[in-house]
């Protein structure tokens, strides 16, 4: 009964704005008259669209707040992307609005259905109320009778196929489509992926926080209390010192481990002066000579210059074991709203992402892909026999 009520209220709202609509274009068709008639036909024709568009989405909320509060079902929105498009006549284009307007049609017919429901539950009612008034044959009120019962019980199977239809063409035509759920899903898994990014990122630097307050700082204490002993007790005996080297220099070796898988896990130098001196830092440590050029007058976010921290270092690396190359350039740049990454070897050439993600035994180019795929980012790989070799990332800055 509340389908029947909406849909008269629906039917009589888009009525009236569609029959004033086409009679201002009729009008305008067959002559107008004075010219202060013919503005405001040709307002009439302007205004319509907005207002039908406007009350077709106050009709579908109303709808779905009916179906929510009835029959418990919540219908989603579906995608907004109507919104983005020109407006007034660009949410037209869209086909969720005529999907809208086919459900509000329809449900003139679920009002009618209603209304056969609710004669079935009245029916006995009306059945006394007849054979009181209108004291028919005793042939007749038995048929009306036996009529009034087998209606009674038809009502309740009756009403639940309406209740259903009902609820089926709601999510049909009010609810987002197969390709906008298609849309909101991925949406929904960019963001997630997006979150799950920024969650590692801030977990690594938390570890390495952890670590270099922690760990590093204790390994330091325990490095410089065995120097201190392997100098002062140097008339021990030779066992004993010997004991007391080893163990500084398993120390310092612990040390240099714990600095290099904590640089690893996130550089902090990257957080404490960006990127260009957290590239600079890396080039100073590579094995090879490495130029770094670095142009990026607003910074990315911190997840994305950490996927292109780790993805130029891990180039280099490559560079050192595979490529047999006596140089490397990298340069970093940023163009509008992707951060581009490009890291040339004069090495030997030859490097592919092959299906293991190996090249010359395990050059990890396909690791390099995935950081990138992370952010939404791409990397391509140009390097033919001979060299050079061209690894090439594009990152956009917000992910």
Same mark, same amino acid.
């Given at each position: ?5 909406v ?5 009589a ?13 009729y ?24 207002a ?19 029959a ?10 109507s ?9 037209w284009?869209?086909s ?7 459900f ?23 059945a006394?109320?007849?054979?009181i ?11 009306i ?13 009756? +009403? ?6 009902d ?8 609810g ?17 992926r ?20 922690g760990a ?8 410089m209390?065995?120097g ?7 008339e ?8 007391? +080297? ?7 070796l612990?040390?240099s ?5 904590i ?13 260009n001196?957290a590239?600079?830092?890396?080039a100073?440590?590579a ?7 670095v ?34 350039e990298?340069?970093?740049a ?10 040339v ?21 396909r690791?390099?892909t995935?950081?990138?795929a ?9 390097s ?6 061209i690894?090439?990332a ?6």
């Amino acid at each position: 009964m509340t389908a029947l009520l909406v849909a008269a209220v629906g039917t009589a709202l888009l009525g009236v704005i569609g029959i004033v609509w086409g009679a201002a274009i009729y009008t305008l068709l067959t002559g107008a008259g004075d010219a202060a008639h013919v503005a405001l036909y040709v307002a009439a024709v302007i205004v319509g669209p907005v207002a039908e568009l406007s009350a077709v989405q106050g009709v579908t909320a109303l709808q779905r707040s009916r179906l929510r509060a009835v029959a418990g079902t919540d219908i989603p929105t579906g995608s907004r992307s109507s919104e983005r498009k020109p407006w007034p006549l660009g949410p037209w284009l869209q086909s969720c609005i005529w999907r809208q307007i086919g459900f509000h049609l329809l449900s003139i017919g679920i009002g009618a259905a209603a209304g056969v429901v609710a004669v079935c539950w009245l029916a006995p009612a009306l059945a006394i109320t007849y054979l009181i008034v209108g004291a028919p044959a005793a042939a007749a009120a038995a048929v009306i009778c036996a009529s009034a019962i087998i209606m009674l019980l038809a009502a309740p199977w009756l +009403a639940l196929q309406v209740a259903r239809a009902d609820e089926k063409l709601g999510r049909a035509l009010l609810g987002p489509s197969r390709s906008e759920e298609l849309a909101l899903r991925l949406e929904s898994l960019t963001r997630s992926r997006a979150a799950i990014v920024a969650a590692t990122d801030t977990e690594r630097r938390r570890i390495e926080r952890d670590l270099h307050d922690g760990a590093q700082q204790r390994l330091v204490s325990l490095a410089m209390n065995l120097g201190v002993a392997r100098e002062r007790f140097g008339e021990v005996p030779q066992p004993v010192k010997q004991v007391i +080297a080893e163990a500084h220099e398993e120390a310092l070796l612990a040390l240099s481990e714990v600095r290099e898988f904590i640089r690893g896990l996130h550089p902090a130098v990257l957080n404490d002066r960006g990127l260009n001196a957290a590239l600079s830092g890396l080039a100073a440590r590579a094995p090879l000579p490495v130029g770094v050029k670095v142009d990026v007058p607003q910074p990315a976010s911190p997840s994305v210059e950490a996927v292109a921290y780790f993805i130029v270092s891990e180039a280099i690396t490559n560079v050192a074991k595979h490529a047999h190359a006596t140089k490397a350039e990298v340069t970093v740049a940023r163009h509008g709203d992707l951060l581009r990454i490009a890291i040339v070897d004069n090495g030997v050439g030859g490097a592919t992402v092959g299906a293991d993600g190996d090249h010359h035994g395990g050059t990890g180019l396909r690791g390099l892909t995935q950081r990138a795929a992370s952010v939404d980012g791409t990397l391509t790989v140009d390097s033919p026999p001979g060299g050079p070799t061209i690894i090439t990332a594009e990152l956009p800055c917000e992910s």
